[in-house]
């Protein structure tokens, strides 16, 4: 008969001030909180963001964001315009045709169109209106280029 090996004893009872082999350590339950609670942050930032871009104010309605720096132009266009009328009827009494105001320097716009857009000025009895008219967007676009007015009250209109 062979010896008897001696077999290594497994203890099933551990001492009450000990850590258990497979427990988990305060410090890494701390970190996962931590990682947990940016990543909620985040999720929330996230979504107010995507929330508050989505309702961002367009210049127009049914036009697309893209559009809103040269509806700006325009707008800045007529009121240039519009300016220059109320001096020039101020200055000599009477209304001015757009190629007019532009001769007399009384306008410093170069050209008489931005982006599609064409200035247009209409004379009557002492009143005026600068408009700035674009052509139609394509059929099925879901573009759209409203035609824009100034009157003498300096108040804008959108005009068919």
């Known amino acids: 008969m062979s010896a008897m090996k001696k077999k290594?004893?497994?203890?099933?009872r551990t001492c009450p001030g000990s850590a258990l082999a497979g427990g988990i350590r305060q410090g890494h339950n701390s970190?996962?909180?931590?990682?947990?609670?940016?990543?909620?942050?985040?999720?929330?930032?996230?979504?107010?963001?995507h929330y508050h871009l989505k309702k961002m104010p367009t210049t127009?309605?049914?036009?697309?964001?893209?559009?809103?720096?040269?509806?700006?132009?325009?707008?800045?266009?007529l009121l240039q315009i519009a300016e220059a009328e109320l001096s020039y009827i101020a200055t000599n009494g009477h209304c001015a045709a757009l190629d007019e105001l532009v001769a007399s320097n009384s306008l410093s716009l170069s050209r008489t169109e931005r982006d599609g857009y064409t200035y247009s000025?209409?004379?009557?009895s002492g009143d005026f209106t600068a408009s700035a008219r674009h052509?139609?967007?394509p059929?099925?676009?879901?573009?759209?280029?409203?035609?824009?007015?100034?009157?003498?009250?300096?108040?804008?209109?959108?005009?068919?």
């Open 8 to 12: 290594p004893v497994i203890s099933l």
């Open 31 to 49: 970190h996962m909180r931590a990682l947990v609670g940016i990543l909620v942050a985040a999720a929330i930032f996230f979504g107010v963001y």
């Open 60 to 77: 127009d309605e049914g036009t697309a964001a893209t559009q809103a720096i040269s509806l700006t132009g325009v707008r800045s266009d």
């Open 121 to 124: 000025l209409e004379c009557f």
């Open 135 to 137: 052509a139609p967007a």
């Open 139 to 160: 059929v099925g676009s879901p573009i759209r280029y409203p035609n824009l007015a100034l009157d003498a009250n300096m108040q804008f209109h959108e005009v068919n």
